[in-house]
């Protein structure tokens, strides 16, 4: 049977009763016999009392004659259990009714005796002993009597109280019984309250640990005693309380762990000590983290000192914080990443999976929250803003500043050189078409730039479109006795015939600019995949494996004075990436420097139900 109670608990209401149960018994057994001796003691005085009056006349004469006092103490004992004894003043014994005249001569002398010192001191005595003479348990009293001459002597009676332990025996039994029907009682009385209050009680309690340790779903039975019933149905209402909250809580944590997943800016969160409590899938990715983080600083976690500092610095000083990181990385083609951190103190309620919640009213532990955002594309947006202005001052200034210079010139007497007038005004013509190239370049640039942008689509022959792009570069490619072809041929599209005869030009213009005296540019068109494709391969100088990432931005040069000398305005290459792109197509370029380069653009085809017999009349 168990008992998760203790006996002491349960049987808490019966000690006091089983406690005065055994004071009761220990003070009958000690005092009954005692108060038996005691009054004994008294009956005894009171009968010695009356025995000396009665007998006054018959002591005197007795201390001289002892065969006279040994018959009066036998006559006055016969017959009785009465021990009648006369002692002389100096304790020596006269006459004992339960010895013989020879006996008494050899008795001990009796004035050390309890009862003989006390009658001696105040006229009487009582005591209760074992005799010495008979071996036999008595009440003792004594009494001096003053004889007619004068001399004192001590009468004492003794009664032997055999009775006494007969008593003692008879009382032992009745205590016993009296304690087995007390424990009986007791036990009765355990048994009643462990079936009516403590069982139930038990039940409440495995029914409350079983809802400590998460199962909310179960629900305590409802004792029949009240008081207990009502505990049974504040916990049954605490548990449902508790299982809706953890219920709720548990959809806010998923909600809040669907919400930091999805986050695209990393999230970090570490204890009051700067150790890794929490990191979202975006965390982990952009510091390329593996494995369990759990319980890690901040310079474990990625090794870099920024971070480490920016967390020491929030939880030291309570303030946001905030700090840019650059990382090297493989994934990004200028081979680095700008990382934004913000941080700020957070309350955290718990310290790992197994954390625990403060206790209400207690001060939270501060820990620290920290997100890390890419903002590689804003800072390449704003460094390619800056460049841009920085590049188009640069790209005005310097045909404004011919322009200026030759007209002053001019104007200050080389107007009337006719040697040298045609030559400064050929110049600043050259000068001046240079600065509308340029801005043709930018309109054009901003034009496909535009949000919303949308490419007036017509059906068009890039075969077309690629002989005229090559007869408008033919004087400028046989100037500089470089070779252009035209292989194969390419289906209808769906295009803008403006921009993309814009594209070849301009990637013409590259090959046969950046090319060598006797080199060779070949234009192949074909079908591929679904799209047309359009390939421009030239035997040039190439460009660097470094450059090639770069190549498309606006105004990047890969050999800057030669671009200028060229007349170029560094926006070619920009303007076909956005009209590739605006088409739905994409480019792409392979190089090796020395060896020439080969651009490649793939394009969708025309909408089905269009042939090749039907070209477009914009296209040619």
């Not at 005085?45 to 000396?52: E, G, Q, S, Y």
């Not at 050390?112 to 010495?132: L, N, Q, W």
């Not at 090319?515 to 540019?521: K, L």
Request: glycine letters at 8%.
């Amino acid at each position: 049977m168990n008992f998760p109670f203790s006996p002491k608990l349960r049987l808490a209401v019966l000690w006091p009763a089983l406690i005065a149960a055994l004071t009761a018994s220990a003070l009958l057994w000690q005092g009954i016999p005692r108060l038996i001796e005691e009054t004994a003691a008294e009956d005894l005085l009171a009968t010695n009392r009356l025995l000396v009056a009665a007998q006054a006349p018959e002591l005197a004469g007795l201390a001289a004659d002892p065969e006279r006092a040994e018959a009066w103490v036998s006559r006055l004992s016969q017959g009785g259990s009465v021990r009648l004894t006369i002692i002389r003043l100096d304790g020596r014994v006269i006459a004992d009714s339960t010895q013989s005249l020879p006996q008494v001569g050899t008795m001990e002398n009796h004035a050390g005796r309890p009862e003989v010192v006390a009658a001696m001191a105040s006229g009487s005595g009582t005591a209760i002993r074992r005799s010495d003479t008979t071996g036999v348990t008595y009440a003792y009293a004594a009494r001096t009597v003053t004889l007619p001459d004068g001399e004192l002597l001590v009468v004492r009676l003794a009664q032997p109280i055999s009775k006494l332990s007969a008593l003692q025996g008879h009382l032992g039994r009745v205590l016993t019984l009296a304690l087995a029907a007390a424990l009986a009682a007791m036990l009765a009385v355990s048994w009643w309250l462990s079936r009516r209050l403590f069982d139930p009680l038990l039940r409440v309690i495995s029914g409350a640990n079983r809802l400590a340790s998460g199962d909310f779903d179960h629900r305590l039975e409802i004792p029949e005693e009240q008081e207990l019933a009502t505990l049974a149905g504040a916990v049954n209402r605490l548990a449902s309380q508790v299982e809706t909250q953890i219920a709720a809580a548990g959809e806010e944590r998923d909600h809040l762990r669907a919400i930091l997943a999805s986050m695209s800016d990393g999230v970090l969160v570490t204890d009051q000590e700067g150790r890794v409590l929490l990191v979202n899938p975006a965390f982990r990715a952009l510091f390329a983290l593996q494995g369990d983080l759990e319980g890690k600083t901040a310079l474990e976690l990625s090794r870099q000192g920024a971070l480490d500092r920016l967390v020491a610095d929030t939880l030291d000083s309570g303030n946001p914080q905030s700090a840019e990181l650059e990382q090297e990385t493989l994934e990004r083609p200028q081979g680095r990443r700008t990382l934004a951190l913000t941080s700020a103190l957070l309350s955290v309620v718990g310290s790992s999976a197994t954390a625990s919640p403060t206790l209400p009213g207690s001060p939270p532990e501060a820990g620290c929250v920290v997100v890390a955002r890419d903002i590689t594309a804003f800072t390449r947006l704003s460094e390619m803003r800056r460049d841009f202005v920085a590049n188009v001052s640069h790209e005005l200034k310097t045909p404004l500043a011919a322009i200026r210079g030759y007209t002053e010139t001019l104007r200050d007497g080389a107007l009337d050189d006719h040697e040298a007038a045609p030559r400064f005004l050929g110049r600043v013509l050259e000068q001046c078409k240079r600065l509308q190239a340029l801005l043709d370049d930018l309109l054009t640039l901003s034009r496909l730039e535009r949000p919303g942008a949308a490419p007036e689509r017509a059906q068009i022959d890039l075969l077309v479109l690629a002989r005229r792009a090559v007869d408008t570069l033919a004087t400028a490619a046989a100037d500089r006795q470089v070779r252009v072809e035209l292989e194969g041929e390419a289906p209808l599209i769906q295009a803008d015939a403006d921009s993309m005869e814009r594209l070849l030009v301009n990637l013409l213009d590259n090959a046969v600019k950046y090319n060598r005296p006797g080199g060779r540019v070949t234009v192949t068109l074909g079908e591929e995949r679904e799209g047309a494709t359009l390939e421009v391969r030239d035997t040039g100088i190439g460009i660097p494996q470094e450059s090639l990432p770069r190549i498309f931005e606006r105004f990047y040069r890969v050999d800057k004075g030669r671009s200028r000398d060229e007349g170029g305005t560094g926006l070619g290459l920009a303007i076909v990436k956005h009209v590739v792109q605006l088409h739905g197509g994409r480019v792409d370029v392979d190089s090796l420097f020395g060896s020439g380069s080969r651009f490649r653009v793939w394009l969708p085809l025309a909408a089905p139900g269009t042939g090749v017999e039907g070209r477009s009349a914009a296209a040619l």
